[in-house]
């Protein structure tokens, strides 16, 4: 089956604290797909390691993006397609996201870490905090030519982030996905 046949993943990417939530849910909400935050499928494990300021090791993360990659399937094969908030630092990691049954297409939103430690002193109630913003900066591999995706700074309103997102990677509520076949950068 051609990835163009099959429903559609957008995997909204990037360090804490870059506006992945927001976005996803605005890109979501335009196209009428379901949202899924990469989170909700930690183990208790990895949010306890994370709450006391511990780096989750790619050991720790296998599960968890294989537990996120067969949610995509699974809506794949009931032909739904989904958006999904996900960290997803390195390639290695997007590679096991990308063995889902679905195209999956990624939204980098990439700015500097100044950008995002001022942003999360702001925020509260979650469990990532800011010291380990500079391990997930360390580990970040930004998205290669050869990769389905677009890198976009979230500088702008989440609302024009996100309509750039879906203006770059050819998406509509109206047309669904369309058989664009660059990386869309």
Not at 41 to 58: E, W
Not at 127 to 149: V, Y
């Amino acid at each position: 089956m051609s990835d163009h046949s099959r429903a559609t993943c957008v995997v909204v990417m990037g360090v804490s604290g870059v506006g992945k939530s927001t976005t996803a849910q605005l890109i979501a909400d335009e196209l009428g797909w379901p949202l899924a935050e990469a989170d909700d499928f930690h183990p208790p494990a990895n949010i306890d390691k994370m709450s006391a300021g511990l780096p989750l090791t790619d050991a720790d993360r296998a599960p968890w993006l294989r537990a996120i990659r067969d949610w995509i399937s699974e809506r794949s094969a009931a032909g739904v397609s989904v958006v999904v908030t996900c960290s997803a630092l390195k390639r290695s990691y997007r590679d096991v996201l990308r063995e889902a049954d679905a195209r999956v297409r990624f939204v980098f939103l990439r700015t500097t870490e100044h950008v995002v430690r001022d942003r999360l002193s702001k925020r509260s109630g979650h469990f990532m905090p800011t010291t380990l913003l500079s391990s997930q900066f360390a580990d970040l591999q930004p998205l290669a030519p050869d990769e389905d995706g677009v890198a976009i700074d979230p500088a702008d309103s989440p609302r024009s982030v996100a309509a750039t997102a879906l203006d770059r990677l050819g998406l509509s509520a109206s047309s669904g996905p369309r058989q664009a076949t660059s990386n869309g950068a």
